[in-house]
């Protein structure tokens, strides 16, 4: 019942109506008044671990996590004020202190949520000097790095593998300066490297190896298409740079997917760029495979088909079609097998 109602709020002075199951940061951001996070992510449970997303409330004291904070009626909420940014940026200046400073080379910059916020706030010198934490960077699978000397602590990845990938392979372990985001025992990553983890992470500490030095963000071009890897056909963009795939990030409102991808498509980019790829149909002359247009090739196909029916009937021939096909081409395939061929014998790669 209590989701349903629309309270009225101010922020800023501005009058804005939100619905009561809102935190403060989610009636702001639908209003387009900006809020600094890096804790928060929109398909995660909120966590209110790294403190930049404070606002002030009438008659509340000190400052709230607006990502946390729900909304009541008749609140009346500041966003910014000379207090709040001193706030936010001295909570950014104390997470650059324990902050590698490389980002000349590192694989996040230009899209790094830190980087951002350091620009944000003018932070080219930090105060606080003193210990940093050291961690053994971790990259024994081929597909994913953890460099946990980058990591802010934020939790996003632990919440998405948790809540979206279902799979909890990474947590929180130790505590105060020794906190750091570890597996069970601290052992090797063992987990399904969908790479879901690498797209929360809000800085440099989880990068992809196979895109690593390929692009910067600002390199590439991208394009928006389908994972030919199975019949789900997730959403992806392909990052492009000098006709190469460097990359697959997510499209940007997720698609059918909703930003998930499998370690497929997500890794699996290197066949399209790879010299042995085929790029035309294949015909056998004289022993040997050349190159020929799909209507030579298809004539070849049909003549042959219609050869062996012919001399040793209709159950000679047996069909196998692909989970990488639409519903419409299985369907298309199997018609073509009963009714063109004359058979029932036909199969689909997902039975293996
Ligand atoms: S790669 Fe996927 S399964 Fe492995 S830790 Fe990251 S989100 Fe979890
Ligand atoms: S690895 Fe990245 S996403 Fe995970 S806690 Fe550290 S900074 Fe956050
Ligand atoms: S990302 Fe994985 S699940 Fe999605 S279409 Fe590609 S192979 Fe299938
Ligand atoms: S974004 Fe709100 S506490 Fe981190």
Known sequence: M??????????????????ADDTILKAAQREGIHIPTLCYHRQLSPYGGCRVCVVSVEGIPRLVASCTMPVTDGMQVRTDSEQIRKIRSTVVELILSNHPKDCMVCEQSGRCELQDLAYEFGLSHIRFKGEVSVH????????????????????????????????GAVDFSKRGFRAKIATAYDGVLDCEFCGNCIGACPVGALTG??????????????????????????SIMVNVKG????????????????????????????????????????????GAFVEA???????????????????????????LCSAKCSSEDNYLFQ??????????????????
């Open 2 to 19: 209590e989701a349903g109602r629309v309270f009225k709020i101010t922020i800023n002075g501005q009058a804005v109506e939100a619905r």
């Open 209 to 234: 190896k196979p895109s690593r030095f390929k692009g910067r963000p600002w390199e590439v071009r991208k394009v928006k298409t389908v994972c030919n890897y199975c019949g789900c056909g997730c």
């Open 335 to 352: 018609k073509f097998m009963r009714t063109a061929i004359g058979t029932n014998s036909v199969d689909h790669c997902a039975r293996y």
């Open 136 to 167: 053994e960077i971790e990259n024994q699978n081929p597909v994913l790095e953890r460099d946990y000397n980058k990591c802010i602590l934020c939790g996003r990845c632990v919440r998405m593998c948790d809540e979206i990938q279902g799979v």
């Open 293 to 319: 247009s799909w209507d030579e090739a298809l004539d070849v196909v049909a003549a042959n088909l219609g050869r062996i029916k012919k001399k040793y009937g209709s159950d000679s021939i047996g069909g």
């Open 243 to 286: 006709g190469e795939v460097v990359r697959v990030t997510p499209v940007e409102d997720g698609g059918i997917n909703e930003g998930m991808l499998c370690v497929k498509g997500k890794f699996g980019f290197e066949y399209i760029n790879h010299e042995d790829r085929l790029k035309t149909p294949l015909v056998k002359k004289n």
